[in-house]
């Protein structure tokens, strides 16, 4: 634990923490910072990109107040950082009105050069004459009617860097000051490469009363919260970025959530196991691909979206909450000698649900779907579809029962590929080759056509 007291009061002091990667966990227990306090009722608070470009990778800045921290220590879609290769940016922290600041707390979490956290943090009361409340990276800040709070470096001076970092700039004696706008001026950690921008997981600003200011949604109307199994599970559809897929998400794809979030959930049972209650579901316009999950967020891009509504949209949707439910990364985050569940059976798993369960009618992974391909990669670790399909073969022939058990081996950390045998009676080479065979010659030309 590092201690200093900064520049702008004497009476500011600035506490860095620091987790290495074999002591972080999800928690994000420090030694002296406190946990995220108990949200404030009052106005929300909206933090903007001010300067710099955000990683397409990443999530917006908004959920660096949304109260929730990375379950992992990679997730890119879990955090908000600056693009690569970029000299990092500004973020711009409206309080909706002067607020009595008692300290601001920041969090990050990566497994390199990303975890440490390098800003400067500025404060404003009010915008007025001689003031900027949207100062440029040209500007400095000081020239505007700001004042400097606290510079912050938490890179060790020796030692590995990865890990997990809390910083908490407070006055013990008196809040931080009444302001009206907070700035993070914020810089890599490193220049050697590309990678360099921190993973800011969280930003908390606490106020006189002990409370967390929370962010803000957007604009008014832009979120939904859906309340499945009688309270049971909260769902938030969050379209603040894309008001244009508000109508379509609530019309179209809550009914599939709220139907679907639970049959998962008993889909997917293991000993002891409580599914993630709290799901969050952003379409995000600087996301690029098609969805990611971490932890219980799931984004969305919505260029993709946007061009798949009458396709495969929903579909994605469903994957992806299987992803929710698996929390495969929990047995790891636990105990680091767990087991890795494989990538090809992660995502299998998840395609099997969706293609063969879900909506088994759009013939998205069966022979059907084979017949229209060309060059496929016939191999049961192939992930995706194919597994997909292998799973179908193996559960219809061998084992009705084999998934929810991969499933819950998976999620304990304690797959093995003997459960192949126990369960099947053979190896998962040998069903492998079976399956593969079989396929093939429904493939051939000249043979039956597919079952539909």
Not at 234 to 254: E, F, K, M, V
Not at 413 to 426: D, F, L, N, Q, V
Request: with cysteine; net charge negative; charged share 25%.
């Amino acid at each position: 634990m590092l201690s200093s007291g900064l520049l702008a009061r004497a009476e500011i002091k600035v506490v860095v923490e620091h987790n290495d990667n074999d002591s972080a966990t999800s928690s994000f227990s420090f030694k002296t910072i406190p946990p995220l306090a108990p949200a404030h009722a009052g106005t929300r608070a909206q933090i903007v990109l001010l300067d710099g470009e955000q990683d397409e990778n990443g999530a917006g800045p908004e959920a660096l107040m949304d109260g929730r921290l990375p379950e992992g220590q990679d997730e890119p879609s879990g955090n908000f950082f600056f693009r690569s290769g970029s000299d990092g940016g500004r973020l711009l922290l409206d309080l909706r009105g002067r607020t009595d600041v008692k300290e601001v707390n920041t969090f990050s979490w990566h497994p390199g050069t990303r975890g440490p956290q390098v800003y400067t943090l500025y404060g404003l009361e009010d915008a007025g004459q001689n003031r900027n409340e949207r100062p440029p990276k040209s500007t400095d800040p000081t020239t505007v009617g700001w004042k400097v709070l606290a510079k912050v470096d938490a890179r060790p001076a020796n030692g590995p860097v990865g890990g997990q970092y809390g910083v908490r700039i407070f006055d013990p004696e008196s809040p931080l000051g009444r302001f009206h706008y907070l700035l993070f001026d914020v810089l890599p950690t490193e220049k050697s490469d590309a990678f360099g921008n921190t993973f800011f997981s969280e930003i908390e600003v606490v106020d006189a009363d002990g409370k967390r200011v929370q962010g803000s949604l957007g604009g008014e109307g832009c979120s939904e919260v859906l309340d499945i199994g009688e309270g049971s599970y909260q769902i938030t559809l969050d379209t603040c970025d894309t008001p244009d897929l508000t109508g379509w998400s609530r019309t179209n794809l809550a009914p599939v959530i709220r139907e679907w979030y639970p049959r998962l959930v008993k889909l997917l049972p293991s000993e002891g196991y409580v599914a993630p209650t709290n799901v969050s579901v952003r379409f995000s316009e600087t996301y690029r691909g098609v969805a990611a999950t971490s932890g219980n967020r799931i984004q969305c891009a919505a260029k993709w979206f946007r061009a798949n509504l009458q396709g495969e949209a929903i579909g994605s949707v469903v994957h992806e909450l299987v992803h929710v439910v698996q929390e495969y990364g929990r047995a790891r985050r636990e105990n680091p000698e767990a087991t890795r569940s494989p990538g090809w059976l992660v995502e299998g798993l998840a395609d099997y649900i969706r293609w063969f369960l879900y909506e088994p009618q759009s013939h998205g992974a069966d022979l059907v779907w084979m017949k229209q391909r060309k060059n496929l990669q016939l191999r049961h670790d192939a992930g995706y579809r194919v597994t997909a399909n292998f799973l179908d073969w193996v559960t219809r022939k061998y084992d009705k029962d084999i998934i929810p058990q991969l499933n819950a081996a998976m999620r304990a950390g304690k797959y093995r590929e003997s459960i192949w045998k126990e369960r099947a009676g053979h190896t998962l080479e040998e069903l492998g080759a079976e399956w593969k065979q079989g396929v093939e010659a429904e493939l051939t030309p000249g043979t039956a056509p597919p079952k539909q």
